[in-house]
């Protein structure tokens, strides 16, 4: 059963920097593509970035050019770098896998705020 586990976020100051981190277990993480999504207070979740098996990467238009998704397929674990975070940034932010399957984490809050 695979299990994703989200960390690194918090409480960060408009303009500032974050990286987001999400171990994965439960089966062979270099087959599975990546996600991280994001939830603000009473707005749905929506796709912020996707990474591939092979590694190619897509992006939602609100954050191009600010956040990097990546991977490091020796440590089972998959980034969102966030730079000039902004205060409509803010959400809980969960990592997704699969295909294939369909896997959730419990996700983690950034709060983008002075």
């Known amino acids: 059963q695979v299990q994703l586990v989200e960390s690194g976020g918090g409480l960060v100051q408009p303009g500032g920097s974050l990286r987001l981190s999400c171990a994965f277990s439960?089966?062979?993480?270099?087959?599975?593509?990546m996600a991280w999504y994001r939830q603000a207070p009473g707005k749905q979740r929506e796709l912020v970035a996707t990474?591939?098996?092979?590694?190619?990467?897509n992006y939602a238009d609100s954050v191009k050019g600010r956040f990097t998704i990546s991977r490091d397929n020796a440590k089972n674990t998959v980034y969102l770098r966030m730079n000039s975070l902004k205060p409509e940034d803010t959400a809980d932010y969960y990592c997704?896998?699969?295909?294939?399957?369909?896997?959730w984490g419990r996700g983690t809050q950034v709060i983008v705020s002075s």
């Open positions: 990474i591939t098996s092979g590694s190619s990467t």
């Open positions: 439960g089966s062979i993480f270099r087959l599975y593509a």
């Open positions: 997704h896998a699969g295909p294939p399957g369909n896997f």
